[in-house]
């Protein structure tokens, strides 16, 4: 993991689309913001776990056909 220290209004880049930005600092939280192209999909950790859970259970189900 790359750890970094950053102040508000600096910028990260990852590769040459991809942007994260500092926006404020309060207490313990960090306001981001992101600058990526539209087919990057960016997700909050919880959100993407409960997706790949649904992804995942859809994958055990089993179909059996009759004739």
Do not use: S, W
């Amino acid at each position: 993991m790359l750890t970094l220290t950053r102040k508000v209004g600096e910028i990260i880049r990852i590769g040459d689309e991809i942007q994260i930005v500092v926006k404020e600092i309060r207490k313990n939280q960090v306001r981001i913001g992101i600058i990526a192209p539209r087919d990057v999909k960016i997700y909050r950790e919880e959100v993407y776990n409960v997706i790949k859970e649904e992804t995942e259970d859809e994958d055990d189900v089993v179909i059996v056909a009759f004739r």
